[in-house]
């Protein structure tokens, strides 16, 4: 009679984090900080970003820089994870948004390859607001 091992059975406990993004990645690359920031005034990044929510990540890959399409990844984050203050402290107190930040990379699990993204005027209704901070000269953005 075959026996279930815990090592081939996931552990569907475990929360599932995404990152979004137009970088084009495989499975088994590592997101690692010190690449430029796709937001703010795109500095060398101190960590990377990762979420557990869905929106949250086609957030971040609509708004990444670049014309290459967004992309989101599912990742599994290789050392500790904090809440990310850029979200959590200033806009949305108690991590509502599942938003979270690390200095340890990332490892690419797989991609949500079907999703959809923002209604075109949600989209850019978050440009402006973002193009706003800049011109205040508010940070996307603080490491």
Same mark, same amino acid.
């Given at each position: 009679? $075959?026996?279930n091992s815990s090592e081939d059975t996931p552990d569907l406990s475990l929360p599932k984090f995404y990152h979004g993004t137009k970088a084009n990645l495989k499975q088994g690359d590592l997101i690692e900080p010190g690449f430029n920031s796709n937001y703010g005034k795109s500095k060398k990044a101190s960590y990377v970003y990762l979420t557990a929510t869905l929106d949250a990540a086609i957030w971040g890959a609509e708004l990444a820089l670049g014309d290459? $399409?967004?992309r989101i990844y599912i990742v599994e984050p290789t050392g500790p994870i904090e809440d990310?203050?850029?979200l959590t402290d200033k806009k949305y107190p108690g991590n509502p948004t599942k938003s979270y930040r690390t200095?340890?990379?990332l490892r690419v699990s797989g991609e949500v390859t079907e999703w959809q993204g923002h209604a075109p005027e949600q989209l850019n209704a978050m440009k402006e607001h973002l193009e706003r901070l800049k011109q205040l000269g508010i940070e996307a953005i603080e490491d």
């Amino acid at each position: 009679m $075959p026996t279930n091992s815990s090592e081939d059975t996931p552990d569907l406990s475990l929360p599932k984090f995404y990152h979004g993004t137009k970088a084009n990645l495989k499975q088994g690359d590592l997101i690692e900080p010190g690449f430029n920031s796709n937001y703010g005034k795109s500095k060398k990044a101190s960590y990377v970003y990762l979420t557990a929510t869905l929106d949250a990540a086609i957030w971040g890959a609509e708004l990444a820089l670049g014309d290459a $399409p967004g992309r989101i990844y599912i990742v599994e984050p290789t050392g500790p994870i904090e809440d990310d203050p850029n979200l959590t402290d200033k806009k949305y107190p108690g991590n509502p948004t599942k938003s979270y930040r690390t200095k340890s990379p990332l490892r690419v699990s797989g991609e949500v390859t079907e999703w959809q993204g923002h209604a075109p005027e949600q989209l850019n209704a978050m440009k402006e607001h973002l193009e706003r901070l800049k011109q205040l000269g508010i940070e996307a953005i603080e490491d």
